[in-house]
């Protein structure tokens, strides 16, 4: 006869959070983000890098990001996917010929703290955060995005990302564009509130991040949508 095992639940001392926390504070604290992408287990606070590699080793790959002990699942629709596949498309490209770095998809995840571990929805990191200028092994590297891209969905919250922003420019990032196929709009942002805004009239560029990089944006819109303009 088989015996059933039950985890332990961690005491209130164990754990990130107020004890007089309720699931609404823990949500405000996570970006107002939707009950829906917060994962009960492992107990939220509770949560560890292994718990991010163990789901997405999984056949039902679930991809989450670790918020103080928190396990957070990434929302990206199908558009989302493949505007950051376009994006990346032409980022591994221009790398082949620019060999300053490396470049990530959606599914590259980064330690920024045994706590905190993000997922850009594409990113590029310099060689010189890798030693002797090659990609680690470990699934989960403690590097940083010199470039951040997030491609927003429409449960991505202005704190959340926000917060995710905070994370990044406080690694060390220098660049971050946070994509919104809604309006066809690219903000980049240079620190964490400090962003400007372009139209599909308007090119993206890479700045002194990836010199050189310049991409339509109204050229990557209309590839997302119909293939070749």
Known sequence: MSTLTVAPIPSASNLPFPEEWTLADLLEHLGGIPASRVLLHPTPGSATEADVIRLEAQANKRL????DGVLVEKAMGYRESRIALILGTLLENYLFGNNIGAGADGTGMMRFNPQRVRIPDLSFVSWDQFPNREVPATPIPSVYPNLAVE???VSNTA??????REDYFSAGTKLVWEIDPQTETVRVFTEVDDSSLLTINDTLDGADVLP?????????FERARRGNP
């Open 212 to 220: 050189g990089f310049r991409v339509s944006i109204r050229e990557m």
């Open 151 to 153: 491609v927003l969905s």
């Open 159 to 164: 704190e959340e990302m926000r917060n995710k």
């Open 64 to 67: 989450c990001e670790l918020i």
